[in-house]
C-alpha cells in the first residue's frame, strides 16, 4: 500500500521496539492519561446532562415557561360597603358563606380568545388559564404556607400534575365541590391522606363578622396527592379555579393569568420579544383603550434563573477540570517525543542527508506522536460512552448507591454532540502537543550529527 515516506517512518517509530524504557514508560502513562481524561469526561458531562435534564423537568415541567398576567378581568379586592352590611352576619366556620359573599361587579370574560390566539404563536404547545394566591394549609396535626392555584383540570391534561398523581384523579376537581389535589411531601407533613379534610386560610383576604375582620377560610376535602420530586410537592395546592374565585371574591372562574409551555423553556425570552411586539403593534392600531394595552409577560428565569445559572457554571467548571487533565496527559506526548528526538539525531541526520526535507522531518515526529494520542482518544471515547450507557448497572454491580437504596436512579444523558466535541478537542490537544518536537527535530543540522558517528 502507498504511503507518504513520513507517514510510512513515522508508523515505523511508533511500533518500534528499540526506545528505552523510561521513553516508553512516558509513551504508555501519556496514552493512558488521553484515555482516562476522556472517558471520565464523557461519563460526567454526561451525567450533569442528566441532572440538567431532570431540573427541566420536575422544575420547568410544572413552573410555567411564560406567565401572562392582567389579561383584562379586573376584580375588587375587597366588597364595597353594601355588600359588607349584607355579610354582617356571616359565621367563620360556616360552609356556605363563601358561595354568597361576592361582588356584583360584572367582569368580561377576555381570556378565552386571547388562549386561542396564543396557541398560534411559535414555539407555544400549551396555554392553560389559572389564578393564585398565598394560603396557610392546616390539618389536625400542622399547619404551613402554601401557594392556591386555581386551574381548570379539562386545560391540564399535558400538565406534569395529571402525569404524575400517585393517588386520585385531578379531573375530579370539577366534580366535587370545594375539593384540592396536595403534593405527597406535603401531605406528609400534614399527616393527611387521601379524602381527609383540611383548612385553606387566606391570611391576606379578611371579612367581616360578629366578632370583627377575619381571615377567608375553607374547608376543602383531598381528592388527589401527586409526586414530582421538587420543591413543588410541599409548596403547590390545586383547586378548582370557580371556588378559588369564590375564596378570593370574584365572579365566575376569576382567572386572570395564562400560563404557556413552550417547545423548550429557554425560547422563553425570544417569544415574549415577539409577542410584546405585537400586542404593542395592534394597541397602536386600536387605540390604548384595547384589553391588549393591559398585558404584561414575565418568564420562568425571573424566579429560577438563578438556578439554572448555577447548574450551568457547575457543568462548565466540570468541563474546564477534566479538560485539564486531559491536556496534562496528552503534553506528556511532548516529554516523550522530546526524548525519541535525542536519541534519533542520528536517523535524523541521515534523512536530511538523503534529502528529506524540513517538513517531513516534522510530519514523522507529529504521526508518531498522533498514533499514541489516537489511541488513547479512541480507547477512552470508547471505554466512556459504555461507561455513560451502563452507569446505573455498573454502580449497582458493585455496590455504590450514591442516590440511597431506593429504586431512584442516576440521571445519565448521553449526547453524541458532546462526545465528537471531547474526542475533536482531545485530538487538537495532542496536535498542538507533537509541534514543538517535531520543530525541534527538522531543526537538526546532519554535518554537526554524523560528524561523531
Known sequence: MFQP??????????????????VSFITFFSTVGILLGVAS????????????????????????????????????????????????????????????????????????????????????????????TEALIQSSNALQGVLVQGIMPKFEQENIINTHMVSGRLDTLEVQPYSLVI??????????????????VLPNKSVFTPMGRIPVQRVFTIVG??????????????????????????????????????????????VVSVLEEQFSTRNSAKGENNLASTITF????????????????????????????????????????VMVVVEKQAEIGILRTLGLARVDIVKIFITQGMINGLWGVCLGGGIGVLLASNLNDIMQLIGIHLLGMGLQKLPVILQWADVLTIIVSALA??????????????????AQVLRNE
Not at 515505523?12 to 526506545?19: D, F, G, L, N, V
Open 225 to 270: 396527592v401527586f409526586h414530582i420530586g421538587s420543591q413543588v410537592d410541599d409548596a403547590m395546592v390545586y383547586i378548582d379555579s370557580h371556588y378559588a374565585a369564590k375564596l378570593l371574591r370574584r365572579n365566575g372562574d376569576g382567572i386572570d393569568k395564562l400560563r404557556l409551555y413552550l417547545d423548550d423553556a429557554f425560547n422563553a425570552k425570544p
Open 298 to 337: 414575565s418568564t420562568w428565569d425571573e424566579s429560577q434563573g438563578a438556578l439554572f445559572s448555577a447548574v450551568k457554571m457547575e457543568k462548565n467548571m466540570m468541563w474546564l477540570m477534566l479538560s485539564l487533565i486531559v491536556a496534562v496527559a496528552a503534553f506528556n506526548i511532548v516529554s516523550a517525543l
Open 5 to 22: 515516506i513520513s507517514i510510512f517512518i513515522g508508523l515505523r517509530y511508533s511500533r518500534s521496539k528499540s526506545s528505552t524504557g523510561f
Open 429 to 446: 490537544m495532542s496536535f498542538l502537543a507533537t509541534l514543538y518536537p517535531a520543530y525541534q527535530a527538522s531543526k537538526t543540522e546532519p
Open 183 to 200: 403534593g405527597q411531601s406535603l401531605a406528609n407533613k400534614l399527616k393527611v391522606r387521601l379524602g381527609d379534610d383540611v383548612r385553606l
Open 41 to 132: 469526561l464523557i461519563t460526567v458531562v454526561s451525567v450533569m446532562n442528566g441532572f440538567e435534564g431532570e431540573l427541566k423537568k420536575r422544575i420547568l415541567g410544572i413552573i410555567p415557561h411564560v406567565i401572562v398576567s392582567d389579561i383584562g378581568n379586573q376584580y375588587n379586592s375587597q366588597p364595597n360597603n353594601n355588600v359588607i352590611e349584607q355579610k354582617h352576619n356571616l359565621v367563620t366556620n360556616s360552609d356556605n358563606n363563601l358561595d354568597n359573599n361576592l361582588d356584583n361587579k360584572s367582569v368580561t370574560k377576555s381570556w378565552p380568545a386571547l388562549r386561542e390566539t396564543l396557541l398560534n404563536q411559535p414555539h407555544v404547545l400549551h396555554v392553560s388559564p389559572f389564578l393564585e
